[in-house]
């Protein structure tokens, strides 16, 4: 198999497979004829769709291209062009924490190989659990295919359940459609499954299990599937991520996530992991990023706030959004069961914050069940205590931000409520909590560490003199002013 290299387009060596066909000596037709392409409906694929059309909701205002109805088939019509290669045909995407699912090419289709299997898999140091998921992968690999392609899925069931795949906001046959006992025969263990389809769209969707899919999904059976445009659209980004939104409830000191959880998620992540268990998302400054997120939480919305940043809304699960239509925010709300994607350029350097703007959202297991000691006035108490149970201290009383930098123990098999290393102080949140590193040189695409604010432009302690030029008096700040408007 051939797992899609990440060089740049615009500096990768000439490849004979990514020639065009008049580069490589072969005609239209000789190619099209390769892939079971018709001349004309090759001819009319081969000029792609315009911007405008490739906004258009497919079926909204007329029959889709290809669709039963269109053609007066049957089923859509299943040509297709060749296969969209990497590094000439579109950018890979990068997956934080994650992995892409390999492939390689028969007879001009795109075959790939999933394995639904458990996975022991770790969200954070000190957290791991007995997951399913695909390919030792949790979440499974993103797959990556580009408009047109033919692709061909073999699914091979190595649990102890049945379980098929959905192919979720995908446009296909009916019978490719992956709902157990309604589309197909649930795949038992030890069956392998075939699903084949042609790609009629771009845009970003998703995959996960419709069988028993309470279960499946909490465990872990969901992952990308990115398809990018045949023909561009949009201004060109240098960096393209995916990043996974789900929650979980495990229990501190079991082994498994809790599949009959409805309300209570104790683990919130991205990319299955938990911060601070979370990979940056490194950019050199003056790039333009792209961030596709997906959002199979059982129960939840995220509201995905990036500090530093405003940013365009692009993309939902339905497709590129027209320009004209596209809104400005610095927070995305990510409905569950849907994907939106987000396009910036990233002109500040900094190590800025992305996370889920619900707040209990950003806390792991250990906070939860906790009495509210908030205003309490323990006075004599933990001397009290102490004979009994030593090294007792009473904590909640002022909040929660100093218990991550305690390193108090935790059960086995958990993690503290809120608590990552940071540059001056503990970072005092968990969870759906990740990083975006803007540089003006990278070296590499690793970790480049922190970030050092030049001087002046980094908040510090107040100085005497500070004050007094100001004439800020801390002990006699002036009173707020009424809100109401002014009369007379």
């Not at 000439?14 to 018709?38: F, I, Q, Y």
């Not at 102490?386 to 098999?413: E, F, H, I, S, W």
């Given at each position: 198999?051939?797992?899609?290299?990440?060089?740049?387009?615009?500096?990768?060596?000439?490849?004979?497979?990514?020639?065009?066909?008049?580069?490589?000596?072969?005609?239209?037709?000789?190619?099209?004829?390769?892939?079971?392409?018709?001349?004309?409906?090759?001819?009319?694929?081969?000029?792609?769709?315009?911007?405008?059309?490739?906004s258009?909701?497919?079926?909204?205002?007329?029959?889709?291209?290809?669709?039963?109805?269109?053609?007066?088939?049957?089923?859509?019509?299943?040509?297709?062009?060749?296969?969209?290669?990497?590094?000439?045909?579109?950018?890979?995407?990068?997956?934080?924490?994650?992995?892409?699912?390999?492939?390689?090419?028969?007879?001009?289709?795109?075959?790939?190989?999933?394995?639904?299997?458990?996975?022991?898999?770790?969200?954070?140091?000190?957290?791991?659990?007995?997951?399913?998921?695909?390919?030792?992968?949790?979440?499974?690999?993103?797959?990556?295919?580009?408009?047109?392609?033919?692709?061909?899925?073999?699914?091979?069931?190595?649990?102890?359940?049945?379980?098929?795949?959905?192919?979720?906001?995908?446009?296909?046959?009916?019978?490719?459609?992956?709902?157990?006992?309604?589309?197909?025969k649930?795949?038992?263990?030890?069956?392998?499954?075939?699903?084949?389809?042609?790609?009629?769209?771009?845009?970003?969707?998703?995959?996960?299990?419709?069988?028993?899919?309470?279960?499946?999904?909490?465990?872990?059976?969901?992952?990308?599937?990115?398809?990018?445009?045949?023909?561009?659209?949009?201004?060109?980004?240098?960096?393209?991520?995916?990043?996974?939104?789900?929650?979980?409830?495990?229990?501190?000191?079991?082994?498994?996530?809790?599949?009959?959880?409805?309300?209570?998620?104790?683990?919130?992540?991205?990319?299955?992991?938990?911060?601070?268990?979370?990979?940056?998302?490194?950019?050199?400054?003056?790039?333009?990023?792209?961030?596709?997120?997906?959002?199979?939480?059982a129960?939840?919305?995220?509201?995905?706030?990036?500090?530093?940043?405003?940013?365009?809304?692009?993309?939902?699960?339905?497709?590129?959004i027209?320009?004209?239509?596209?809104?400005?925010?610095?927070?995305v709300?990510v409905?569950?069961?849907?994907?939106?994607?987000?396009?910036?350029?990233?002109?500040?350097?900094?190590?800025?914050?992305?996370?889920?703007?619900?707040?209990?959202?950003?806390?792991?297991?250990?906070?939860?069940?906790?009495?509210?000691?908030?205003?309490?006035?323990?006075?004599?108490?933990?001397?009290?205590?102490?004979?009994l149970?030593?090294g007792?201290?009473t904590?909640?009383?002022?909040?929660?931000g100093?218990?991550?930098?305690?390193?108090?123990?935790?059960?086995?098999?958990?993690?503290?409520?809120?608590?990552?290393?940071?540059?001056?102080?503990?970072?005092?949140?968990?969870?759906?909590?990740?990083?975006?590193?803007?540089?003006?040189?990278?070296?590499?695409?690793?970790?480049?560490?922190?970030?050092?604010?030049?001087?002046?432009?980094?908040?510090?302690?107040?100085?005497?003199?500070?004050?007094?030029?100001d004439?800020?008096?801390?002990?006699?700040?002036?009173?707020?002013?009424?809100?109401?408007?002014?009369?007379?």
């Amino acid at each position: 198999m051939s797992t899609p290299p990440t060089d740049d387009p615009r500096t990768a060596p000439e490849d004979t497979e990514a020639r065009t066909p008049e580069s490589s000596g072969l005609t239209r037709r000789s190619m099209l004829a390769r892939t079971g392409v018709s001349l004309a409906t090759g001819a009319l694929l081969m000029k792609g769709r315009t911007a405008q059309a490739q906004s258009d909701v497919p079926g909204a205002k007329r029959p889709r291209e290809n669709s039963a109805e269109d053609t007066g088939g049957r089923a859509a019509r299943q040509t297709h062009l060749p296969p969209g290669k990497p590094g000439r045909d579109y950018r890979p995407v990068v997956v934080p924490n994650g992995a892409r699912l390999p492939w390689k090419v028969v007879d001009g289709v795109k075959v790939f190989h999933m394995v639904a299997q458990e996975v022991e898999h770790e969200f954070a140091p000190g957290l791991k659990a007995t997951c399913w998921g695909y390919n030792g992968h949790v979440h499974g690999p993103t797959i990556e295919v580009v408009e047109g392609d033919r692709v061909r899925f073999y699914v091979t069931n190595r649990l102890p359940a049945s379980t098929t795949v959905h192919w979720h906001g995908i446009l296909l046959p009916n019978g490719m459609d992956g709902v157990g006992g309604l589309n197909q025969k649930s795949i038992a263990p030890g069956e392998t499954y075939r699903y084949e389809f042609t790609v009629r769209q771009s845009g970003t969707g998703m995959y996960h299990s419709h069988h028993d899919e309470m279960t499946q999904m909490a465990l872990g059976m969901v992952g990308m599937f990115i398809i990018h445009p045949r023909k561009p659209v949009g201004p060109r980004v240098d960096r393209d991520f995916a990043i996974m939104l789900h929650e979980w409830r495990i229990d501190p000191g079991t082994q498994r996530p809790d599949p009959n959880e409805m309300t209570d998620f104790n683990i919130l992540t991205m990319n299955a992991k938990a911060f601070p268990g979370t990979e940056p998302l490194v950019v050199r400054q003056g790039e333009r990023v792209r961030i596709r997120f997906g959002n199979l939480s059982a129960m939840d919305h995220h509201p995905i706030h990036l500090h530093g940043y405003q940013f365009l809304i692009t993309e939902t699960d339905g497709g590129r959004i027209p320009e004209s239509a596209q809104w400005p925010e610095t927070t995305v709300l990510v409905p569950t069961g849907s994907t939106r994607t987000i396009e910036f350029v990233a002109d500040e350097p900094g190590d800025w914050a992305m996370h889920c703007h619900m707040t209990h959202h950003v806390m792991n297991q250990m906070g939860h069940g906790l009495p509210n000691l908030v205003g309490m006035k323990p006075g004599g108490l933990d001397a009290k205590v102490r004979p009994l149970l030593p090294g007792y201290m009473t904590m909640g009383q002022t909040g929660m931000g100093d218990m991550g930098g305690m390193k108090m123990p935790v059960p086995a098999n958990s993690i503290a409520m809120v608590g990552g290393k940071g540059p001056y102080d503990e970072i005092t949140m968990g969870g759906m909590f990740t990083l975006l590193k803007v540089r003006q040189r990278l070296e590499g695409e690793g970790d480049p560490g922190w970030y050092t604010p030049p001087p002046g432009t980094q908040a510090q302690l107040a100085q005497v003199d500070d004050l007094r030029r100001d004439g800020i008096d801390v002990n006699a700040p002036p009173p707020a002013e009424p809100g109401g408007g002014r009369h007379g």
